[in-house]
């Protein structure tokens, strides 16, 4: 298989990271490069194996529904883009 | 001092030789020195490292002791340390002051080490020379030509020029054991679960497992003390029992059985790196262990399987770089994708980008099953052959990496050649297996040879032991380059 370039634009829209035409062209062969690597992986039949998720066999563990973080709104929007009236401001959404 | 191990260090304070306040001041000279060539740190404060000691010195003062009560120690920046600058080696983070500790600082806040500062790492620990740093490039301190290994290059360089007596790294895909070998100190990536990942930035969360960097087995296992543990925190931290790391150093070895993996010591295996290993099995075999062959015949289909596994997680661990809450935003946008699509675009660095794109196709729709489930059906294979392979020995050995340190842009502008220089790490992390790295010799350039040490799940202890008695035996680890 073989990303085409515009395979790759659609792939960056979904990632949210904007790509210009140059830097699409050059992803794209380098992408093909890595998906050449990958497709190794189709040379094995795995059929009946089951995948594997995770190296530990785990549930998840569950405990009580209690608040038990503080608040620090003040902290962390310390570190904030961009912030008001304790709000987390980003451009308009809703017309 | 500056050669000298934890236990020394310790024994330096506890007999008021020197106080931890001087101690942590002879390092920060060092590094005052050594960082403007190396690159090892990205961020120093010296008023927190004081203000650490100090307190350090109240309580050994107030009678209480620990073996790293005043120890200085740097940890990578991938560890959110609460008002600390914490970057994770990318634009995105520059300016990120941590709100809260991760489980692992904490951890050793408990024991009283004092933290010397954050150490450099390829951005999002992404890389395997750390010149994907967007805070530059690591230099290797036995060779400035030379990369350091990464991602947890900084904390090997730092280790390796003395500027830290240790140091803590991650390891995803061999980012402890490969920076650890192409030094010349000690790494151990414990089994997956043992070290909560609490406040650990995340890259590929099934195989992220924090470890200790030191210049000794010993060391190691006097980390590794402190960072393991439960924490409720992080839904994959095992419940187990706590153990004390160093009880089985001193165990004679006679009987060990060591296997060795056919297909480490194929093609590709630079000819200066096999005669070290070689020789230090060798070393092994009159210390009393014996060695028998073994195959992991689906080691060749780690890489493939990794770079699927490993971007899938990234692209949705890294998609909270938005913007919005934290980190980076782009100066200038129009709507609320344009800032996502700006943000991301300027925040990030290419090999990140490369990584989010493939883990987003391999997840989309249409491909999932080709790409994702295939993968995993493949780590389940990979895994299998190490179960197949501890019913013959105890231990597995081999090489760490395939070369000694190559130099910088050496692996040219193709990803794909600097993926394939993990080839004897990975595996390990699929299958959540613990590993290690430790010096056994130079390459034919004079660059430090590390000796891999694949332990079944949780044999971390007979691990360090058997590293531990090499260590006894010879003097690799106590190696340090000349700067």
């Not at chain 2, 904490?106 to 010397?116: P, Y």
């Not at chain 2, 210390?287 to 899938?312: D, H, R």
């Not at chain 2, 729709?365 to 105890?394: M, N, P, S, T, W």
């Amino acid at each position: 298989m073989s990303l085409s370039l515009d395979d790759v634009k659609r792939i960056a829209r979904l990632a949210r990271v904007g790509v210009s035409e140059a830097e699409a062209a050059h992803y794209q062969e380098q992408l093909n490069n890595i998906f050449g690597l990958i497709a190794q992986m189709q040379s094995v039949d795995t059929s009946g194996v089951a995948p594997m998720a995770h190296a530990q066999d785990l549930s998840q563990r569950l405990r009580d529904d209690a608040a038990r973080e503080p608040n620090q709104r003040d902290k962390f929007q310390k570190i904030a883009p961009a912030v008001e009236a304790g709000l987390y401001l980003v451009p308009k959404v809703i017309e | 001092m500056l050669n000298a191990n934890l236990a020394e260090l310790s024994a330096l304070l506890r007999e008021k030789k020197l106080s931890s306040v001087e101690m942590a001041q002879e390092f920060l000279a060092r590094i005052e020195k050594l960082n403007p060539s190396i690159n090892a740190f990205v961020t120093l404060d010296k008023g927190m490292t004081l203000a650490e000691a100090r307190a350090a010195d109240a309580r050994l003062a107030a009678g209480e002791s620990g073996p790293l009560l005043g120890v200085p120690l740097a940890h990578k920046d991938i560890f959110c340390a609460d008002g600390w600058r914490t970057t994770c080696g990318s634009k995105m983070l520059e300016n990120f002051i941590a709100p809260y500790d991760a489980h692992v600082i904490a951890q050793f806040k408990k024991a009283g080490s004092v933290s010397l500062g954050k150490l450099n790492m390829d951005e999002f620990a992404m890389g395997s020379s750390n010149e994907t740093s967007y805070y530059g490039k690591v230099k290797n301190p036995w060779d400035v030509k030379a990369v350091p290994g990464g991602s947890s290059g900084g904390s090997a360089a730092a280790v390796a020029a003395r500027m830290a007596p240790a140091a803590t790294g991650t390891d995803t895909g061999g980012s402890i054991r490969q920076p650890a070998a192409l030094c010349g100190i000690s790494g151990l990536k414990p089994t997956y679960g043992v070290v909560s990942r609490y406040g650990m930035i995340a890259f590929a969360s099934s195989l992220d497992q924090a470890g200790p960097m030191a210049k000794s087995a010993e060391d190691l296992g006097l980390m590794l003390n402190a960072m393991a543990g439960f924490d409720e925190r992080d839904s994959t931290s095992l419940e187990r029992k706590s153990e004390d790391y160093c009880r089985d150093l001193a165990k004679p070895l006679a009987g060990l059985r060591i296997g060795l993996p056919k297909e480490y010591f194929a093609e590709g295996l630079s000819a200066d790196v096999a005669k070290a290993v070689e020789a230090a099995i060798a070393e092994y075999c009159k210390l009393g262990a014996q060695t028998v062959e073994v195959s992991l015949p689906n080691t060749n289909l780690s890489i493939p399987v990794y770079y699927v596994l490993a971007p899938a997680e990234a692209s949705s661990n890294l998609s909270r770089f938005d913007g919005v809450r934290y980190g980076y935003r782009a100066p200038e946008y129009g709507d609320l994708n344009d800032m996502y699509e700006k943000t991301r675009a300027q925040g990030f660095g290419d090999e990140v980008k490369r990584r989010i794109m493939i883990g987003t196709y391999v997840l989309s729709h249409g491909y999932y099953d080709a790409y994702y489930i295939q993968a995993q059906k493949l780590r389940r294979l990979i895994a299998q052959d190490f179960v197949e392979a501890f019913k013959q020995c105890d231990v597995i050995m081999g090489p760490t990496s395939p070369s000694t340190a190559f130099n910088f842009g050496e692996k040219g502008d193709d990803p794909v050649a600097m993926y394939l220089s993990d080839i004897y790490t990975i595996a390990t992390n699929l299958a959540g297996l613990p590993g290690m790295s430790i010096p056994c010799g130079f390459g034919d350039n004079g660059r430090p040879v590390g000796l891999q040490i694949i332990g079944n799940y949780f044999a971390e202890a007979r691990m360090l032991n058997v590293a531990h008695q090499l260590q006894q035996a010879t003097d690799w680890h106590l190696r340090a380059p000349s700067i």
